[in-house]
């Protein structure tokens, strides 16, 4: 347990539950597609599989957290709708691990979870999609004009005419 987290996004802290959540989930898909004693030997993106996983868990506790922290900016609650559904999601947990206990004791030893980490991922799918609806619906122009204003513009780019790693 690291008190400081595994990252800091903005001066706040990502708990290390949220990498090791990201990273189990992302490691059982590929085990389960590749076989639970040879997926370490695949590459992805020209990486080591427990490379790639690292750094895809990291991503996602960051996007978690980056959206958490617009959500507090802008006000975003979730709908009675939306409370609705984390209920019912909660209780499918609840029921295929034939109870409470053994849902707190499923989630924090194949994931690592408390139970308010568990509601807090489940909510976090619900604010992502308010999110993703409140600044993806938007039409060409927005995007160029976006683009336009606040993007970084490139005047040079530079590329190596030898092989640098040869040394």
């Not at 559904?85 to 194949?110: P, S």
């Amino acid at each position: 347990n690291n008190n400081d987290g595994i990252a800091i996004v903005d001066g706040e802290s990502i708990d290390e539950a949220y990498f090791c959540y990201y990273f189990t989930v992302l490691k059982n898909k590929i085990q389960s597609q590749l076989g639970e004693d040879t997926w370490q030997d695949a590459t992805f993106e020209g990486k080591s599989a427990l490379e790639y996983v690292r750094e895809r868990a990291l991503q996602s506790a960051v996007e978690d957290k980056i959206i958490m922290m617009k959500v507090e900016e802008e006000n975003i609650e979730l709908t009675d709708d939306d409370l609705k559904n984390i209920e019912d999601i909660k209780k499918q947990w609840i029921n295929t691990y034939k109870g409470y206990d053994e849902f707190l004791k499923v989630i924090n030893d194949n994931y690592g979870l408390s139970e308010e980490q568990f509601d807090y991922m489940v909510e976090a799918v619900f604010y992502r999609k308010h999110i993703i609806d409140k600044y993806v619906s938007v039409d060409d122009t927005d995007i160029s004009e976006y683009y336009y204003n606040n993007i970084s513009k490139v005047k040079h780019i530079l590329v190596p005419t030898i092989n640098l790693s040869s040394g």
